[in-house]
């Protein structure tokens, strides 16, 4: 009788739609995801496939105010399909909890976040990362984010952010790989191999979500949502090249961007989102919108928000987050007929196939796991590649007389309001960051010597500007200025100066001047930091210059006066440790630029893979008609690709297989490389080529080819790369990917501007 009670009881809970069962079992083929997905599809109302499609945001604010109300009502109601902001097993549960135990399907969400360069242990920014040019390391950084956060309840994280960035202005050229589409594609790849392993059932793997579809790096002007016009030729060469390679890397979804595209913005726009990406990249996850993004095409001028919902859906915007336009308008839509029942089956049907992936409907619980996020998140280990991946990270822009590495028994003048600082450290987009956890450069270099002799002066304050602190203090900095004033901030930190062998000074920006919605129309250094450099290089001590930044900034004042230069981005919760490795020469810093330094604002956009003109400056003559500036040098400060080594590496002469090459048969270019100063190191020996003669114009030079090599002191490597017909290939006016016969420039160097070069013929 007993037996016969739990039956029924049995049957009541799970047998009356037989769903629990069938979830039970999912976690297979194609096949039986489809039939698992039809069987549910059959079952759900119109009002709770529309649910599937709408992702607000729960807890924390990190863009912008919490549009999301009532959502647990509606997570009982079956109206969400995702959940965002909101991490930790015990908040996750919570809510989960709620879609499987009281929503009438029982669909589990999915739990997005802003997972960018690390969980808890943070890495360095991206575009630092980027300088690494070290793949497995990327890598790795994104393998850890996503077993931190999915140990904290997380299974789908907002990155890569793989947009190309020529506009040092955009704060957001911080969030991404740089200017180069060929090392930004290799990245983009690396970081969803990273997030999602080789399976999305395995418990660590989380969604990556590669953003923003499309060109949002090219905004116009620099500004941030700005505009962006460009031809199809330049597009398909140099901006989309990373957003396919995510793709083809298998990214489960991908995130629209903000801005104007040629005249329709990017979440209604079909030609990108459903042409390019679905048609002929073949993609197969689902696409989200960014935060309130199909609500701001009412601003853009497209229409009220019943319309612009409609036409995002139709477009292929799969997701809303957080507007909530899909939620409130697409039945009526429906009804009037403006957009079919098909459109939203096959939006639903993508984002249960994704969460069916991800193993969900199996194990909705997969996880949360509270024991793993007590080991796993910030973890020894974690924190050691953290400091790792940031020494690989820093490029050493300027090293006269090998004032660095520091000797250990100098006297040292540690100064400058990012030298005994944490909060700074852990950089923008670090969402679940704990800059309480993270190391300043001060704790770094007592950590490795204890007694080292150390003297700080603070120097000046972060941010004196009145404009940007007013702006930066609105969000969130938390700067004030200190009890003494500039000139007292000064006086103490050259007198500390004075008194020492040598003066570390540690400038840049603060953190929250970078990510986004932080364009700058100047990048200098700030003026009450510039004056404190002044001041501390007029002592006449030798000056290190430690910077802090979340993009490129214009140094030729500290370039032409200041001996050593270290770029250190922010680099993380481990970035005091990290850096002082590298000053005291426990690592040799190899990284190299990702995005072009220019001499002066005016210049920008500036990137070394720009095309020739009719009338080429050779930067000597004085004669008029050349593109060229009357009152600047078209030079950058430091190019693509560059960065120096406390040793120093001669590049011989390139050695080609063969002067001609034909389709089917490679041929090789190489270089020794060897190492002729007094520290082993790492050098990124780099291949460029330049289509001479084409159909049409083509890039003074690309890249097309890296090795970074380590090299003991007096080693020397022969470093070949194999060149091949593929390699030639560009997009046409018709937007045929092709290679065309004629002459090829190869080289070969330590960046894109020094460099060997030689000559061959590719024929068909
Ligand atoms: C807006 C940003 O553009 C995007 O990168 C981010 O992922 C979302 N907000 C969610 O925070």
Redesign the pocket.
Known sequence: MKTKTSLILLAALFGANSLFAQQKKAAGTDQEMNTFINNLMAKMTIDEKIGQLNLPAVGFD??GPILSEGVDEKIEKGLVGGVFNTFTPQAVRKLQKLAITKSRLKIPLLFGY?VVHGHKTIFTIPLGLSASWDMSLIEKSARIAAREASADGLNWT?SP?VDIARDPRWGRISEGSGEDPYLGSLIAAAMVKGYQTNSLANKDAILACV??FALYGAAEAGRDYNTTDMSLIRMYNEYLPPYKAAVDAGSETV?VS?NDINGTPATANKWLLTDLLRNQWGFKGFVVS??TGINELVAHGLGDLKTVSARSLDAGTDMDMVGEGFLTTLKQSLEEKKITQEVIDLACRRILESKYKLGLFADPYKYIDEKRAKTEILSKQNRLDARKIAEASMVLLKNNNQLLPLKKNAKIALIGPLADNKRDMIGNWSAAGDWKQAISVMEGLKNMAPDMNITYAKGANLVDDPAILKQINANGAEITADKKSPEELINDAVAAAKNADIAVVVLGESAIMGG?ATSRTNLDLLPNQQALLKAITATGKPVVLVLMNSRPLTLSWEDANVPAILETWFSGTEAGNAIADVLVGNYNPAGKLTATFPHSVGQIPLYYNHKSTGRPYDGQSNEKFKSRYIDSSNEPLYPFGYGLSYTTFSISPIQLSSKTLTEGQGLTATVEVKNTGNFDGEEVVQLYIQDIYGTVTRPVKELKGFKKIFLKKGEAQKVTFTIDAALLKFYNTELKFINEAGDFNVFIGSNSRDVVESQFNFTK
């Open positions: 990190v863009t802003d907002f952010m953003k923003h995130m903000f960014d935060y986004e």
